[in-house]
């Protein structure tokens, strides 16, 4: 069975600082990883997919298979960035398994 | 930009009801899901529908859920005797193709009494 951990409830940084959002997964086969981000009052929406390996918005994320991470990185935080964010991982299958979520607040 | 759209945006009933909740995922979309999050725990998957029928279902998604697509347009989840435990954001989702980029609905809250 899969299962995806974000150790880090909320995190809170101030603003031009680097934040980083740590998710792990277990899995047996060959994952693909996402994170998803709910900004305040908004609905859930895809953030970035490990395929694409692209820069959304700032935030990049590294799939390391040795270590079964797949953190969410950027340089610097800015206060639009303050949201719930969500490590989700698909396996076999077409389901989302999610993490537990972690809460960014940046502060000014 | 189209949207996943849910109605109601918030129910409340009383144990034992019945409910359903209505989802109208984008039109192009050919793969539907309900995920259902409880308060202060994680966003868990329920069910997955593709081409009229149930291609996956998660242990919750027991006898007393079942889904539905009455009309080509709507998807609907119905509990069949809600319970507490039932209490929750239910989330419904959908995408063009078979991928990891799901498409949410802002979601209906369920408050069992």
């Known amino acids: 069975a899969q299962r995806v951990t974000q150790p880090e409830k909320l995190l809170s940084v101030f603003k031009g600082a680097p934040v980083e959002l740590k998710c792990n997964y277990s899995?047996?086969?060959?994952?693909?990883l996402f994170w998803y981000v709910q900004y305040s009052r908004q609905r859930l929406q895809l953030l970035l997919r490990h395929i694409s390996r692209e820069s959304i918005k700032g935030f990049t994320a590294d799939l390391n298979k040795g270590e079964t991470s797949f953190h969410l990185k950027k340089p610097f935080a800015q206060e639009e960035d303050s949201a719930m964010y969500y490590c989700a991982l698909r396996a076999a299958g077409n389901k989302l398994t999610f993490g537990g979520g972690t809460r960014v607040l940046v502060k000014p | 930009e189209p949207e996943v759209t849910q109605t109601p945006s918030h129910q409340v009933t009383q144990m034992g009801q019945e409910v359903i909740l209505r989802c109208v995922p984008i039109s192009n979309h050919l793969y539907f899901y309900w995920y259902r999050q409880i308060l202060g725990q994680k966003v868990e998957f329920l069910v997955s529908f593709y081409n009229n029928e149930i291609s996956e279902k998660s242990e919750i998604f027991d006898d007393q859920f079942s889904v539905e697509r009455p009309d080509g347009s709507n998807f609907t989840l119905k509990i069949r005797s809600t319970k507490l435990e039932d209490s929750a954001m239910y989330f419904c989702a959908s995408t063009a193709t078979n991928t990891g980029e799901l498409f949410f609905g802002e979601g209906s809250r369920l408050t069992v009494l």
């Open positions: 899995y047996s086969g060959s994952p693909e």
